[in-house]
């Protein structure tokens, strides 16, 4: 009798090891985070997991949506001042600044609903501030998300910690007459929330703030873009 109930006990902790051990691999498997997400144009970007949530680590750069469709590329002040539909622009017209600062995408494109690669979405003003709180509030988070030295803010402090490795970048913003202006000094990223007919949320840090400030911006305006998971 003692045998047997050595053999059930045996029989009993092996199951509960065993279910143990398939409970963590899949917590494991719903919590692992890829290293690297590419866009539909093959372009690689590093991922980040901040809190609860995974973002992109860099600025978006692709020319078509999700679906394959091209988005046009609008380097004319007149018509990029003009549009009400879907644009993207490189600061300056140059091709060269996307390899560190990504593309600038008006707002149009952002309300496609597919400019992120599938399983991801531009993120609304809602969840831009859980990452901001997460990051210690709006009066500090910009210190702890901007890339730290100067390759490519004009000057930083010593609040511009990149704690989580967001490494937010000064990829400047092209305004609603068609001229760029910022890169160095200011980094601005679309939400997915719209305020009226005119204008939508973005976010905006600058070299010589740890702040991030939150802000409306007319639609038309080119801004850069962080993807954040499903």
Known sequence: NNKALVKVGLILFVTFCWVLMLGCKNDSALTEVPKKLKDIDGNAYKIVKIGNQVWMAENLKTTRLNDGTPIPLVPQK???????TAGY???????????TYGALY????????????????????????????YSGGASTA???????????????????????NFTALPGGIRD????????????????????????????????VFSNVFNYSNLKQSGVSVRCLKD
């Open 176 to 207: 609603t007459s068609g001229d760029f202006f910022g890169t160095g000094y200011l980094g601005g990223w679309w939400t997915a929330t719209e305020d009226d007919f005119d204008l939508a949320k973005y976010q905006l840090m600058r070299n």
């Open 106 to 133: 008006n707002w149009y494109t952002v309300q496609t609903n597919k400019l992120c690669p599938t399983g991801w979405h531009t993120p609304s003003a809602i969840e831009w501030s859980e990452l901001i709180s």
């Open 89 to 99: 622009c490189w600061y300056n017209n140059d091709r060269p600044t996307a390899d």
């Open 78 to 84: 007149t018509d990029w001042s003009t549009r009400s």
């Open 142 to 164: 910009g210190g702890k998300l901007k890339e730290t030295g100067i390759a490519h803010w004009l000057s930083t402090d010593s609040t511009t910690t990149d704690e989580f």
